[in-house]
T-cell receptor, first 115, second 113 residues
Framework: DGGITQSPKYLFRKEGQNVTLSCEQN?????MYWYRQDPGQGLRLIYY???????QKGDIAEGYSVSREKKESFPLTVTSAQKNPTAFYLC??????????????FGPGTRLTVL | DQQVKQNSPSLSVQEGRISILNCDYT??????FLWYKKYPAEGPTFLIS?????DKNEDGRFTVFLNKSAKHLSLHIVPSQPGDSAVYFC????????????FGPGTRLSVLP
């Protein structure tokens, strides 16, 4: 069964600690994305990766880091430098094809609460 | 500066009636638009899309209309069902620009039985 998995669904951390959110996809998609959703706001892009070993900053990358060592995996680390880390984090993937329109498929999300 | 706006944070509609969700955008380079539906504590699911070469796309109960001159699109759901109650996000992108979408803030639709 193809899809995107994010784990865990709920995550609690103490202030000042780094935490890594997992995102795995078996859709054979080239592109992967991380978004953050806050109440009353749309999805804001944190980082994206179009290909393995390459990634780009999105609109709100400060305080976050990513890696893309494998096509199917795109973990997000929320560092202690992120001032307001408590949020709902969504991972997505899409086929990258310059001549095609492709929607993004989303994982179920991870709700991170920093205490 | 929001490039994609959904000015109605919430909308309530009676079951069986039409739901109309609106979305406005400011970037005239956007040429591909999508609607996503999201239930609480879940990821968004793709609903319907439209490219700028069309002004209408229909899929079952869902129809998206695009007015390029007004930089406005709308999603019509008819007839509305209680299971349609969710948050709906409008998203826009520029073709050949890395598939990055800009999302609106969402509209919460409540379909009342």
């Amino acid at each position: 069964d193809g899809g995107i998995t994010q784990s865990p669904k709920y995550l609690f951390r103490k202030e000042g600690q780094n935490v890594t959110l997992s995102c795995e996809q078996n859709l054979n998609h080239d592109a992967m994305y991380w978004y953050r959703q806050d109440p009353g706001q749309g999805l804001r892009l944190i980082y994206y990766s179009q290909i393995v070993n390459d990634f780009q900053k999105g609109d709100i990358a400060e305080g976050y880091s990513v890696s893309r060592e494998k096509k199917e995996s795109f973990p997000l680390t929320v560092t202690s430098a992120q001032k307001n880390p408590t949020a709902f984090y969504l991972c997505a993937s899409s086929i990258t094809a310059a001549s095609s329109y492709n929607e993004q498929f989303f994982g179920p999300g991870t709700r991170l609460t920093v205490l | 500066d929001q490039q994609v706006k959904q000015n109605s944070p919430s909308l309530s509609v009676q079951e069986g009636r039409i739901s109309i969700l609106n979305c406005d955008y400011t970037n005239s380079m956007f040429d591909y638009f999508l609607w996503y539906k999201k239930y609480p504590a879940e990821g968004p699911t793709f609903l319907i899309s439209i490219s700028s070469i069309k002004d209408k796309n229909e899929d079952g109960r869902f129809t998206v209309f695009l007015n390029k001159s007004a930089k406005h699109l709308s999603l019509h759901i008819v007839p509305s069902q209680p299971g349609d109650s969710a948050v709906y996000f409008c998203a826009a992108s520029v073709r050949n620009y890395g598939q990055n979408f800009v999302f609106g803030p969402g509209t919460r639709l409540s379909v009342l039985p």
